[in-house]
């Protein structure tokens, strides 16, 4: 993943991708409108579903349009989009604790992540991938147990959790998404046959959702894992890269198109 500089140079280039796309007449920022550190730092980026590159048949008819040949050009996906709102967001209103509320699954959350998720539904209105429904009530009535914020959660809002932590992982703190994957089994890693972010349902001390559409290969799992933006984090009991347990897939996938 290149670590936390590589992450800076991502969020940066990111941001130019950002600001000139508003401008940009068809959507696309072409090659040479970019500084080469930037373009560098996109193609990076594209990597790990941050930013979509121009295939084959958009580079030619962008070339029509610009009555020149395009060789490269660039745009933010969804998931670079909301990494970037949630990021460069300040801190979310203070939360209220009202007592518990009715669900399906206990989750423990610590303040750090608690106010990760609470900046995640405060930007609702402004992310291509929203929170599920009803979660913005679960966070407001979380109930604290000690160092501890529990929720009752669907699993829908579970995978919406989850979605929140890898937002702040690409923005430089992975600690949230890591702890979530060891104790819940749910993560976002990167699909390279996808070519984005997928829901990834690992073995999780915890997790209880319904079982999941697609099985991963053992390869799969491994390439998966090996992409996981902290290279750190203790993977779940039973699963790792070099592990026969297979992984499976949620519903859940933030593959959507912008």
Known sequence: MGGMRGRKSWLEAMRVLRHLEKDAEWGWVLVGELLPR?????QAAAEQGLVELAGRETR??????EDRPVRWAARLS????????????????????????GGEMLIELYRAELE???????????????????????????????????LWLTPDQ???????????????CATQASRFAREYGLAFLMDPSEGCPRLTRLPGTRCTLPDARVTLTDEDTGDLLDDWPDDR????????AESSVACRTASFTACSSA
Not at 38 to 42: E, I, N, T, V, W
């Open 116 to 150: 990760a998720l609470s900046l995640y539904v405060h930007l609702a209105g402004r992310l291509r991938v929203p929170p599920a429904e009803g979660l913005a009530d679960r966070v407001r009535t979380a109930r604290q147990l000690g160092n501890r914020w529990s």
């Open 233 to 240: 984090w203790p993977p779940p009991p039973g699963c790792s």
């Open 78 to 101: 969804p998931q670079g989009h909301d990494v970037l709102t949630f990021t460069d967001a300040g801190p979310a209103p203070a939360s209220r604790h009202e007592g518990l509320a």
């Open 38 to 42: 930037h373009q560098r730092a996109a």
């Open 60 to 65: 030619a008819e962008l070339s029509a349009y």
């Open 158 to 172: 579970i995978e919406s959790v989850a979605y929140a932590f890898y937002l702040r992982s690409m923005g430089g």
